[in-house]
């Protein structure tokens, strides 16, 4: 009877050791299957980082002809000019304003493209500077306000979900000391 029972007692062990390993391989199989899934939506929200950086230079562009009309050219007001022939003829005060208009819409349509994919805009003006999103342009020398912090942004950073995708260029408040 003994070595019925040593026959058992080997066998519990035995189904012990087997159900340890069982439970281990499932814990590794659904940690496979996690990281699995991680990498592949990692992949499907990183896949356009390249093109969205390639289109960053035409948001850049768009914004740069935005900013090259001032706001004023507008506020004068909008009367044909002497030598039209037809009625409906516009000025060129007109003509500017509508373009300025279509490359404005243009702007927000692409950013707002870009911002269906997790592509967002920063401005770090003000914040401390860290070197890790920012890259400093210039230093200068500015009383009154703290060494490291960034007084401009020349050009806007933009990240990725949390990924950076492009560095802000900044100027740096320089330390005089």
Do not use: W
Not at 18 to 46: G, I, T, V
Not at 74 to 103: C, I, M, R, W
Not at 149 to 158: D, F, R, S
């Amino acid at each position: 009877e003994t070595e019925l029972l040593k026959t058992i007692k080997a066998k519990e062990a035995e189904t012990t050791d087997l159900k340890s390993r069982l439970q281990y391989l499932q814990a590794d199989f659904l940690n496979l299957q996690r990281n699995a899934s991680r990498e592949k939506e990692q992949q499907r929200d990183f896949a356009i980082t390249r093109f969205a950086g390639d289109l960053l230079e035409t948001v850049d562009v768009l914004a740069l002809a935005l900013k090259s009309v001032p706001e004023s050219v507008f506020a004068q007001t909008n009367s044909p000019s002497s030598d039209s022939s037809s009625p409906d003829s516009k000025s060129v005060q007109t003509y500017l304003k509508e373009l300025h208009q279509g490359v404005d819409m243009t702007h927000r349509l692409l950013l707002s493209t870009l911002f269906k994919y997790h592509v967002k805009p920063f401005d770090p003006t003000g914040d401390k500077f860290d070197p890790n999103q920012h890259e400093a342009m210039y230093q200068a020398p500015i009383p009154g306000k703290e060494p490291g912090t960034i007084l401009e942004c020349q050009k806007t950073g933009y990240m990725i979900k949390d990924r950076l995708l492009r560095a802000a260029q900044v100027g740096v408040v320089q330390d005089t000391s």
